[in-house]
């Protein structure tokens, strides 16, 4: 699109599509072509426990440990404090509600990019959850253990077991979420509930010797492994089957051992 004042200088875009009918034969009806409205949804996130937790710390007796807990944007687990062989457990839920289009398969925010705006911008990303891992520090600044990123539409089969969850080279290391496991993908809005084991990577000293468990890509290894169940629902079968967040009811979540 060009405007007779700005010669040259282009000014949009405009996809379309166009039909010739003749006028004594009938023509068809028009078609909607109205942009669906995104539908709200809410996403339920239980971290359940992890597994071979990179160690970056030592006690008093020189035994390496962890002081292991997870967050995403917004919400935290508590601590497994004292970690000796890299494992977690939390039986912690998370909830998360957003706006998402089907068409677009894209998530849909509304905010306002400035406060001078009058009206609220709406931006689209891929619904993509990251989940990390850190080691709780009481002195100092937490460490970064390790992160995975889930798109949603395009989530990797988890693992049935701690064993057999590994660091495939063709899962996403680069933060879009849009990678796949080796064993294929599925879409969490058609699938609507799964859980299993997903490997958490991250960046490790290279003095540490890293087995076939830790196998490197790119200088990114396995730091680790977590038990996840992610659950999609829309809203109104969200507010017909309410749960709490943590270990709080409704339908609570047992304290681990």
């Known amino acids: 699109m060009y405007h007779p004042k700005r010669v040259g200088i282009e000014q949009g875009k405009v996809q379309l599509w166009i039909e010739l009918y003749e006028p004594s034969r009938p023509h068809p009806l028009p078609i909607d072509i109205t942009p669906q409205l995104p539908k ?12 071979d937790v990179m160690l970056n710390e030592r006690n008093i ?11 995403t944007e917004a919400q935290y687990t508590d601590v497994h404090y004292r970690s000796l062989t890299g494992e ?10 957003f706006r998402y289009s089907p068409a677009d398969g894209m998530l849909v925010l509304r905010r306002r990019k400035a406060f001078y705006e009058q009206y609220d911008t709406e931006l689209k990303y891929p619904p993509v959850l990251t989940v990390q ?10 460490d970064f253990l390790g992160t995975v990123d889930l798109n949603l539409t395009q989530l990797p089969v988890p ?9 495939a080279q063709s899962l996403s290391l680069t933060g879009s979420g849009s990678g796949t496991g080796g064993n294929g ?12 084991w997903f490997p958490v990577h991250g960046n490790i000293a290279s ?13 990114i290894s396995l730091t680790g492994k977590i038990e996840l169940e992610l659950e999609i629902l ?10 709490g967040v943590g270990r709080k009811p409704p339908q609570h979540l047992p304290e681990p051992l």
């Open 185 to 196: 993908s599925l879409n969490l809005f058609v699938r609507r509930r799964v859980r299993g």
């Open 133 to 142: 891992i850190w080691d709780n520090d009481s002195f100092s600044a937490d």
């Open 159 to 167: 693992a049935s077991t701690a064993d057999a969850c590994m660091l």
């Open 234 to 243: 829309s809203q109104e079968d969200a507010t017909q089957n309410p749960v």
């Open 207 to 219: 003095n540490i010797d890293t087995s076939d468990q830790q196998r490197q890509y790119d200088g």
């Open 88 to 97: 977690g457990n939390f039986n912690w839920r998370m909830v998360f509600p």
């Open 40 to 51: 709200p949804y809410e996403l339920r996130l239980i971290v359940w426990n992890t597994a």
């Open 61 to 71: 007796f020189g035994t390496e440990m962890s002081d292991i807990y997870e967050f």
